[in-house]
């Protein structure tokens, strides 16, 4: 599977932009999806997480209520929308797929896009 990240960007705190991350290969429906962040000298870390129906999500505590991740099966296609950005929201995004369901942790991931950075100015 070869994802591809794209849609970050330059903005101010407490705007908006909307991550997509486009698959090619396989049956994209039989994987969880995953979008993870890494900040400068910062570990990778879990930000979103959706089932392979898109039934069950999950987010880390400091985004819920702020992003939504989402996808189409039709497109291929997994999205992370986010909203009311803070500074402390600035990093490299990545997708991620695993074959299975969802998890939070980077380690059951099996494959990942090249990161998409995010800046957030205060």
């Known amino acids: 599977v070869q994802l591809q990240a794209f849609g970050g960007g330059l903005v101010q705190a407490g705007a908006s932009l909307r991550l997509s991350c486009a698959t090619a290969?396989?049956?994209?429906?039989?994987?969880?999806m995953g979008w993870f962040r890494q900040a400068p000298g910062k570990e990778r870390e879990f930000v979103a997480a959706?089932?392979?129906?898109?039934?069950?999500?999950y987010y880390r505590d400091s985004v819920k209520g702020r992003f939504a991740i989402s996808r189409d099966n039709a497109k291929n296609t997994v999205y992370l929308q986010m909203n009311s950005l803070k500074p402390e929201d600035t990093a490299v995004y990545y997708c991620a797929a695993r074959r299975g369901d969802w998890s939070t942790s980077k380690d059951d991931y099996h494959y990942w896009g090249q990161g998409t950075q995010v800046t957030v100015s205060s």
């Open positions: 959706l089932s392979r129906n898109g039934g069950s999500t």
């Open positions: 290969g396989s049956t994209f429906s039989s994987y969880g």
